[in-house]
Structures are given as C-alpha cells and as structure tokens.
C-alpha cells in the first residue's frame, strides 16, 4: 500500500514538473495578468524552490505565489506535509503562525 502511494506521489511530482517546465517559456498577453511590483523586481518560483530546499530537505509538493509570498508545500521523509513561507521580493523564508 505504501509503496503504491509512493509511486502515485512521485507520478504526480514528475508531471508537476513538466508541467512548470512546458509552461516557463510561454510568454502571456498583457490582459491575461498583468505584472505586479514584486512579479518584475522579486525572486522567481525556481528561486523561492531553490531557496527551501537549502534549508529544508523533502520534495516540492505545490507552490503557490500569495500577495508578497511564495507558499511552498514540502513533503519529508516521514511522509508529513511542511509548508513554508518565502518573501517573493527578497527570498527570506518567513516564520508560520
């Protein structure tokens, strides 16, 4: 059972990361969404990724850009859910209520 769900886990990384990779060089209209502040002067998806996995060791689950931050949900070894916090401007990984 829990290999099974492993390699379901891992199915769905790997398209995950296809999917950011098919998508990183599509370039969007202006009316689709238009560029904020900290989209054009803060740190990317691939660097708020970069920057957890330097402190926190486990596979990127999602990551998700919210006002300021990036929420990125990080699965460990033992199997438990962390989800941490990036400022998107300058990369500083912010404390969690």
């Keep these: 059972m829990m290999k099974r769900l492993w390699k379901t886990l891992m199915a769905a990384i790997f398209l995950m990361s296809f ?17 904020t502040s900290n989209q054009q ?6 660097k708020a990724i970069v920057i957890v996995q330097q402190h926190f060791s486990g596979r990127v689950l999602a990551i998700n850009h ?28 912010l404390p969690t209520r």
């Design 19 to 35: 999917m950011f990779q098919a998508t990183a060089g599509q370039q969007h209209s202006p009316s689709a969404q238009p560029l």
């Design 41 to 46: 002067t803060g740190i990317s998806q691939q």
């Design 66 to 93: 919210v006002d300021d931050t990036y929420r990125i949900k990080i699965l460990n070894q033992k199997g438990i859910i962390h989800t941490i916090v990036i400022n998107a401007t300058d990369g500083t990984i």
